[in-house]
């Protein structure tokens, strides 16, 4: 199956820090959907990307989905302690089932205050 | 709004014992999946039920047997449980194809001794 690659694997940053991560592939994707799982919590969905050269914002969250379509990054400006969690990019399989999302291994990134 | 709901959030069991873990979701979602998040290896896909009535494999079936009960419910279960089935599994829920995203459960962390 596909695979996506997430990096850094881990960051650990001072509150106040941007923050910027990224997820590739050697395949075209049509969507990039980036989560955010907090500690004993499942993944909840951050920003959905459709389009490719789309960039999206929420709040002190930035997506772009990668002119190639092989890529695409997250930044968070401004950091603070409540985006400690773990980051994941993820995408439906194309040439497969369009239900089966494919997800990176995640960025683990810690704040300290 | 419950969303997905998982239960047990915890469960102990011994090698070759068998358990069913439970999700249900109250979104009128079609699509329904399992996943299991291991250290370092990020979600895979255990199986998922695009519709009622339907279900498949996914990335990492062996070993699990699931159930789609109705709309609403998807069951997991492990018929013999071994060592290599501890780790935390999701359900997660969307309305139609993968790119609209998943809403996912709090999970379910099962250690099998």
């Known amino acids: 199956g596909q695979q996506l690659n997430q990096s850094p694997q881990s960051m650990f940053i001072q509150e106040g820090e941007d923050v910027s991560m990224n997820c590739t592939s050697s395949s075209i994707f049509n969507t990039w959907l980036w989560y955010k799982q907090d500690p004993g919590e499942g993944p909840v969905l951050l920003i959905a990307l459709y389009k490719a050269g789309e960039l999206t914002s929420n709040g002190r969250l930035t997506a772009q989905f990668g002119i190639t379509r092989k890529d695409s990054f997250l930044n968070i400006s401004a950091s603070i302690p409540s985006d400690v969690g773990i980051y994941f990019c993820a995408g439906p399989e194309s040439g497969g089932s369009n239900y089966k999302l494919t997800f990176g291994k995640g960025t683990l990134l810690t704040v300290n205050p | 709004n419950a969303g997905v709901t998982q239960t047990p959030k915890f469960q102990v069991l011994k090698t070759g014992q068998s358990m069913t873990l439970q999700c249900a979701q109250d979104m009128n979602h079609n699509s329904m999946y399992w996943y299991r998040q291991d250290p370092g290896m990020g979600l895979r896909l255990i199986y998922y039920s695009a519709s009622e009535g339907t279900t498949d494999k996914g990335e990492v079936p062996n070993g699990y047997n699931v159930s789609r009960l109705n709309k609403r419910e998807f069951s997991l279960r492990l018929e013999s449980a071994a060592p290599s089935q501890t780790s935390v599994y999701f359900c997660?829920?969307?309305?139609?194809?993968?790119?609209?995203?998943?809403?996912f459960g709090s999970g379910t962390r099962l250690t099998v001794v």
């Open positions: 997660a829920s969307s309305y139609g194809l993968g790119r609209a995203g998943y809403t």
